[in-house]
């Protein structure tokens, strides 16, 4: 794992990059001048903040909002990060330990307020500090002509040739007359590196499906891409020896790949994969640093991936050539549950856990989106786009139902309960069936006890899943999967909400419950 990488999962809790960020710090880690053009909420602190950690010295920060500044500076000390701000809103005692701190040289981001650079005595005292790079949020308030202009931003420049240091100017406004006049005032006309990506990758068709024979729907996708290369993600090291193995069965040239295997074998693979043609290489995601392929057909997930920004990134390495590729995201309630008892059981400090089940939810709204994937996709990404024609809700769109009643129903059934089971016996007793343990725990009595007869056992199936999707119920991860009512569910108990569910995609018969208590 590069250094990079490292410190983006333990300084800050993330397991991939977000589109562009990967590019934005390597430049700016590697003290190049660099232009960032990225959407607000992209995640543009984050390729500052990272690199800042990676040089020598500190990094002087230039932010025109004091609120974001001192927030983004308690971020960096609760995550561990030396950071501090001079801004006219510290008290004293604040500003004496930014003091104490930069003349111990334990200081790695000073965030400063663009007024403060108007005084004499900061230039003398930035000299003074070894500063290693200056990093400027909201870039385009330089600009006369927009409504944001900061008169201070104008000697940003000088400060940059006074310390002779790299300098990374970071905006979310776009337009070519904002971007020449940064380049003018804050580079002094010398063009930097420059990143503006749109995020979407047009020629990826996008598709999830919920889990119905997981191995068959993995076989059977590979089978209609025979000959091409692909990657097959799986959630264990032990599914991508079995996967590859049924691969290799049905006349596919595969193997498998994962961290557990030696650094020899690994790289045999590797190479095989970016040399041979139709390949197909079943991974964890230990696979992907060293794969240079432009002409990856496609990319398959036989497991729900840990985050969206992960999703992005693993399905972003098919069709790097441009032509279409297409990729296929299997997800069920088995994954949900994986996925939140590893947040839940982690180390992390509750706000961080409390983040990663959001950026879960995330990616569990995309899988049970009523609408174009893309629009969803890039919009949480911060860019806007029109319906892509190019995923599988453009190509067939879901057909829907009001599921108020049958989540009002099914939440019903989990409180009269106790919260203490999981859905296979749950839709037991919505639907009325007597087992065992229906008659045993008396729930055959329950006023709940069949009111779900009209709807069959699959259906309900799939109506769990997607209650679990919109986080209106969580398995507790104190009673084995048991599952919880959330707050989100409260309006719809309460009939103050509705919810739109799709008529599910499960097309067999049931094989097995869908959660087990
Ligand atoms: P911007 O300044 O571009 O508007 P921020 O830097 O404030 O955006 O980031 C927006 C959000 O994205 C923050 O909540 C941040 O924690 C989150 N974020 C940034 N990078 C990542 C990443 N690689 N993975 C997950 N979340 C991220
Ligand atoms: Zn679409």
Redesign the pocket.
Known sequence: MSGAATL?RDV?G?????PG?EDIVSAVADGQNVLAI??????????FQLPALMREGVTVVISPLIALMRDQVRALRAAGVEAGALTSGNTEEETEDVWRALDDGRLKLLYIAPERLAAGSSLNMLRRIGVSMIAV?EAHCVSQWGHDFRPDYLRIGELRRALNVPLAA?T?TADAETQAEIVQKLFDGTPPATFLHGFDRPNIHLAFAAKDGPRRQIMDFAAARKGQSGIVYCGTRARTETLAQALGQAGHSSCAYHGGMDADARRHVEHRFNTEDGLIVVATVAFGMGVDKPDIRWVAHADLPK?I?AYYQEIGRSGRDGAPAETLTLFGPDDIRLRRSQIDEGLAPPERRA?DHT?LNALLGLAEALKCRRVQLLGYF?EDAAPCGNCDLCDSPPATFDGTEAVRKALSAILRTGEYFGAGHLIDVLTGKVTDKVSARGHDALPTFGVGRDIARPMWQGIFRQMMGHDLIRPDPERHGALRMTDPAVPILKGEAQITLRQDTLTSKARRPAVKA
């Open positions: 983006l800050f993330f397991d991939a990059f977000r960020q990225m959407p607000t909420g992209g995640g543009k602190s984050l390729c949020d970071f979310a985050s920004e983040a950026r911060g």
